[in-house]
């Protein structure tokens, strides 16, 4: 079946340096599309990124994924950690329903 | 901007209790879904509606009920609530986005707990 796999449930890492969230996935549906959710303590998941085209760079506050059809990826960058992005971050796949399916989400956390 | 709330936020109750959850979104979407989070587990879809009076089965749809009365509301229903039930519920509506896929919008969660 299809699935979303986050390889790392949690990853922490100083301010100021680069961080990668990890997402491959599994699917048959021919047309796809991809969300990064961050979900910052004690509030609801929003959406960071979203993507439904191969090879290129999609970027939001910050944060930047590239959708890699070829090796089944959406990994989620930042070239420069805040404190701020200390949050549970999700990746979701979308096909031809309506639902849409999650990884088991990375808690990311920066430190000083 | 998508507008999704959810009542009350905070609730507990006793094993064997009747729990309704509920749902409201004003941003005119069609879909809508109730979800639990658990520590390891992730978002499970529980329910899921396409419109008032329609219901679809979700992952984890065991010990729960729903039902859309109209397109901006959806309820959760734990008729005998256990402590295995106890975990952080949120609700979702979304419509076709750019391409057709589906961005699904959250609401601020209701956490339950069941003694």
């Known amino acids: 079946g299809d699935s979303v796999t986050q390889t790392e449930g949690l990853v922490t890492v100083t301010e100021g340096l680069p961080v990668k969230l990890n997402c491959t996935y599994q699917t048959t549906y021919l047309t796809i599309a991809f969300f990064w959710y961050v979900q910052y303590l004690n509030e609801a998941p929003q959406v960071l990124l979203r993507?439904?085209?191969?090879?290129k760079r999609t970027e939001h506050q910050g944060f930047h994924a590239t959708l890699h059809k070829s090796s089944s990826s959406f990994h989620l960058q930042k070239s420069s950690a805040q404190l701020s992005d200390s949050a549970l971050y999700y990746c979701?796949?979308?096909?031809?329903?309506?639902?849409?399916?999650f990884g088991l989400g990375t808690t990311l956390q920066v430190q000083p | 901007e998508a507008a999704v709330t959810q009542s009350p936020r905070n609730k507990v109750t006793v094993t064997g209790g009747n729990v309704t959850l509920s749902c409201r979104q004003t941003?005119?979407?069609?879909?809508m879904y109730w979800y639990r989070q658990d520590t390891g587990h992730g978002l499970r879809l529980i329910h899921y509606s396409y419109g008032a009076g329609n219901l679809q089965i979700g992952d984890v749809p065991d010990g729960y009920k729903a039902t859309r009365t109209t397109q901006e509301d959806f309820f959760l229903l734990l008729e005998l609530a256990s402590p295995s039930q106890t975990s952080l519920y949120f609700c979702?509506?979304?419509?076709?986005?750019?391409?057709?896929?589906?961005?699904?919008?959250f609401g601020p969660g209701t956490r339950l707990t069941v003694l």
């Open positions: 993507s439904s085209t191969d090879n």
């Open positions: 979702a509506s979304s419509d076709a986005g750019t391409g057709g896929h589906y961005e699904q919008y």
């Open positions: 979701a796949l979308s096909g031809n329903t309506r639902k849409l399916i």
């Open positions: 941003n005119s979407h069609n879909y």
